[in-house]
């Protein structure tokens, strides 16, 4: 158990660990879905567009390296103010990019703060919620994030349509990001108020010390996250698709950007509603059913997409494919983040936490590229009908090894296994 049950209270520190999250959620949520938007702005081909959109996660992968020995070594707020600068940097390249390679080093950075920034809660979590509680306080986490990714779009609509173009986008980004910087240096830290209450009682200095690099981490882990991490990361491939391929469907059919928008911060709304329950599932009935069902709708989402992109009610089957997916996305809220809590250490979560977003993000980062190789080389519906048949593999994967390593519901493996 990674917390005392009988001395833990979330509800004290709720601002402090969810507030940060949803700001920073509404800055990107606001920016993300227009980015193939302002690459085919800037000249890009849809498949040039859609490389530039895959640089979000790619940033990720790459931050997820030195992340979890960062987050051990200066705690997990001072790496998230730190992800914050980041972020700003970022915005402010993306808001003067004279062209598509410049925006795509842009978002490049902004994936990398958004790694630190994910990773640093994602320990907190980790180290401190009571086992019982963990899928629902992940899931919530979750859901304070995609609350964040449906508000920014519905906030971002309005911006669009009263400016005629994306400046307030961007501003509405940085606006986000300090606000977020603002509550992480004035409310209380979380981790002093439960530092005390560490199973391990060792100083972060000690921590450090002892954190290993990623590349020995996955040495160490690499007969679970070659099994369970390889299910995980197919899931994570998929949920990142979602968020490239909707906006260059869009971009595609001729839809324009504050449509592109308005369509999207709907599906967030059906997306954010579902993240509680997807906690209870887990915590209730186990790991497995936040992991298969999620798998099923992406798949079927994803080949909705792919067979109706010639219709003449293209448009309306966008509509509701994008809904279909944002029930499945909603349905794995927090799953990915459980799966890894599950799997790391109590102790000292932060490296295999690195490790474990490594390989999941891998996945995401590889999907985008994956939708824009075979849109250049083929079309964006047999992108979509490729990704569709990977969901299948995902099921196989997460039906035979999850239950080997997480027993339904509260089973937990020792990093050092």
């Not at 960062?70 to 001072?78: D, P, Q, W």
């Not at 519905?154 to 400046?167: D, E, F, N, Q, R």
């Not at 390989?359 to 849109?375: E, M, Q, R, Y």
């Not at 048949?389 to 296994?417: C, F, K, N």
Request: aromatic fraction near 6%; glycine fraction near 12%.
């Amino acid at each position: 158990m990674a917390a005392d049950e009988s001395g833990f209270s979330l509800r004290t520190v709720a601002a402090a660990v969810y507030l940060p999250t949803l700001l920073f959620g509404i800055g990107e949520g606001a920016l993300i879905p227009l980015i193939p938007a302002a690459a085919s702005g800037l000249g890009a081909t849809i498949a040039i567009a859609g490389t530039i959109a895959a640089m979000l996660k790619i940033g990720e992968l790459i931050g997820d390296i030195p992340s979890g020995v960062l987050v051990s070594r200066i705690g997990e707020r001072t790496a998230m103010i730190l992800a914050v600068a980041v972020a700003l940097v970022a915005a402010v390249m993306i808001m003067l990019a004279p062209n598509p390679a410049v925006l795509g080093i842009g978002v490049f950075v902004l994936g990398l703060a958004t790694a630190v920034f994910a990773l640093a809660r994602h320990a907190f979590m980790t180290t401190y919620v009571p086992l019982r509680y963990r899928a629902r306080s992940l899931s919530l986490l979750g859901g304070v994030f995609r609350c964040g990714h449906f508000v920014g779009p519905l906030v971002s609509a309005p911006i669009i349509h009263l400016t005629g173009g994306m400046a307030g986008v961007y501003w509405t980004m940085v606006v986000f990001c300090l606000s977020a910087a603002i509550v992480l240096l004035v409310l209380p830290d979380p981790e002093k108020l439960f530092r005390s209450r560490r199973k391990s009682g060792e100083p972060a200095a000690a921590r450090a010390r002892r954190s290993s690099g990623i590349v020995s981490t996955i040495g160490q882990n690499r007969r679970v996250l070659g099994t369970v991490g390889v299910g995980a990361a197919i899931l994570s491939a998929l949920r990142s698709a979602r968020t490239v391929i909707i906006p260059l469907w869009a971009v595609s059919l001729g839809v324009d950007e504050a449509a592109t928008a308005l369509i999207i911060g709907l599906a967030g709304a059906v997306d954010f509603a579902l993240f509680y329950v997807s906690g209870h599932i887990m915590d209730t009935y186990g790991r497995l059913w936040g992991a298969l069902p999620p798998l099923i709708g992406l798949g079927a989402g994803l080949a909705a997409l792919a067979f109706t992109h010639g219709a003449a009610t293209a448009v309306v089957w966008m509509c509701i494919a994008a809904g279909l997916l944002a029930v499945a996305n909603g349905m794995s809220s927090g799953i990915l983040m459980t799966l890894g809590a599950d799997l790391a250490g109590p102790r000292n979560p932060a490296p295999f936490l690195g490790a474990w977003r490594f390989v999941t993000d891998a996945g995401a980062a590889t999907s985008p590229l994956l939708i824009a190789g075979i849109t250049g080389a083929a079309s964006l519906a047999v992108a979509a009908g490729s990704l569709s048949g990977i969901a299948v593999v995902g099921v196989a994967v997460m039906a035979t090894w999850l239950p080997r390593y997480i027993d339904p519901p509260h089973a937990q493996r020792s990093v050092e296994d």
